[in-house]
């Protein structure tokens, strides 16, 4: 039930294997395998069997995040201090409402924590100042789960499946909704 795509590897010598040498080292097994990412299908069974045929899905997928929010707890950047206290703020512990949850292949505590996003679609802040460390993605993508990460290490599933995936609290909803600004007023 989710769009996805293949990601780039490494080559032997640790370059990224599109071939650019302008390609950035840190987005190794990051990196979309093809230019319209944006706008993948749902595919067939026969379609992404050929996929993994061809090899676009050794190295890993990327899951497009259309209809999710995705909180990407990033322990590097003190994500999981944030996660905690978001948690003590909002009064749920996110992961265990969660239907899916991965740990990614950083091996350092950093996850990925799943919800289905609102329907209808809300605007919805992707940082939040308050919580370094934690990106709310309702766009783009996340690498996932089964796929390499450059330690050498699989994103793994921690959690559940991704039809156990549920819908986020209203609590998270109105801390990330984007207000509406006006800058001038025309009685």
């Known amino acids: 039930g989710c769009h996805v795509f293949g990601l780039y590897g490494a080559l032997p010598n640790g370059l990224c294997e599109c071939g650019d040498p302008e ?3 840190t987005a190794l097994y ?17 379609q992404f069997e050929c996929m993994v045929d061809v090899g676009h ?11 999710l929010i995705v909180l990407d707890v990033d322990a590097r950047n003190g994500g999981l201090e944030s996660y905690e206290r978001l948690c003590k703020v909002l009064g ?9 949850v991965v740990e990614t292949g950083s091996q350092d505590g950093s ?11 809300v605007a919805l802040m992707q940082t939040h100042q308050n919580y ?11 690498v996932g789960a089964g796929s390499k990460h450059r330690s050498g290490f699989l994103y793994e599933v921690k959690k559940g499946y991704p039809q156990d995936i549920t819908e986020p609290p209203i609590e998270l909803i109105q801390l990330l909704e984007k207000r509406q600004h006006y800058r001038a007023r025309n009685d």
């Open 23 to 25: 390609c950035n080292s």
């Open 30 to 46: 990051k990196h979309p395998r093809i230019s319209a990412w944006q706008h993948v299908p749902f595919y067939s069974d026969e």
């Open 57 to 67: 899905l050794e190295s890993g997928f990327g899951v497009l995040v259309k209809d």
């Open 92 to 100: 749920i512990d996110l992961e265990e409402i969660s239907g899916f």
């Open 111 to 121: 996850l990925h924590i799943y919800f289905k996003a609102p329907k209808p679609p």
């Open 132 to 142: 370094k460390g934690i990106d709310f993605k309702s766009s783009g993508y996340i």
